[in-house]
């Protein structure tokens, strides 16, 4: 019953390193989603997933690249850091919405700091 | 395009207090609505949603909200808090249909005091 996993949980990043954050659900949903939060700011979202095959971008795409690896598993990869880029960032699931089905399932998060 | 809008950033209440925590929202279409509640260092958790049917939605931990089409607001209400609903709390909403964009207000934060 794990519903929607994050790896890793933090990290610390030089300007200019690379890295992929990685998430996997295991509920079978279509859409997948990358926000990031920041303080008093709420959620922005980076990109989605609508279905296997389909990324778009969200309100805050510079900087970031997705992959929809297959149904359970949607990556963010940040290619050349920026201080800017220091966040929390959360994945999230969710099914269809008007079948009743579950709302928005989130990960525990990812608290990514970039020097 | 949809916006959503949180009107108080901080509400601070006594114990055992009412509070509500207000949203408006502005959409072209009909929308999906949700309240979900963030606790210090952890992911958010949905406290309740309104889909269709009746306009007053009840939750977990005793909270409501009231969907209100002609205000196109999403008011979240308890009638008595308790220390442990301190917390930070996110309105959102959808266009519906999976794979929609879900869109967050700023968030509001929920000071319970002794």
């Known amino acids: 019953n794990a519903g929607v996993t994050q790896t890793p949980k933090f990290q610390v990043l030089k300007t200019g390193q690379s890295m992929t954050l990685q998430c996997a659900q295991d509920m079978n949903h279509n859409s997948m989603y990358w926000y990031r939060q920041d303080p008093g700011m709420g959620l922005r979202l980076i990109y989605y997933s609508a279905s296997e095959g389909t990324t778009d971008k969200g309100e805050v795409p510079n900087g970031y690249n997705v992959s929809r690896l297959n149904k359970r598993e949607f990556s963010l990869r940040l290619e050349s850091a920026a201080p800017s880029q220091t966040s929390v960032y959360f994945c999230?699931?969710?099914?269809?919405?008007?079948?009743?089905?579950?709302?928005?399932?989130f990960g525990n998060g990812t608290r990514l700091t970039v020097t | 395009a949809q916006s959503v809008t949180q009107l108080d950033s901080q509400v601070p209440v006594f114990e055992e207090a009412p509070v509500e925590l207000r949203c408006n929202y502005s959409s072209s279409v009909s929308v999906y609505l949700f309240w979900y509640v963030q606790y210090p260092n952890q992911g958010l958790q949905l406290l309740l949603k309104?889909?269709?049917?009746?306009?007053l939605v009840k939750g977990i931990n005793g909270f409501e909200a009231e969907f209100n089409k002609s205000q196109t607001s999403f008011h979240l209400r308890k009638p008595s808090v308790h220390i442990s609903d301190t917390a930070e709390y996110f309105c959102a909403v959808s266009r519906g249909t999976s794979g929609s964009r879900l869109t967050f207000g700023e968030g509001t934060q929920l000071t319970v005091n002794p």
């Open positions: 999230a699931s969710m099914g269809q919405l008007d079948q009743g089905n579950s709302p928005l399932h």
């Open positions: 309104y889909l269709s049917g009746s306009t």
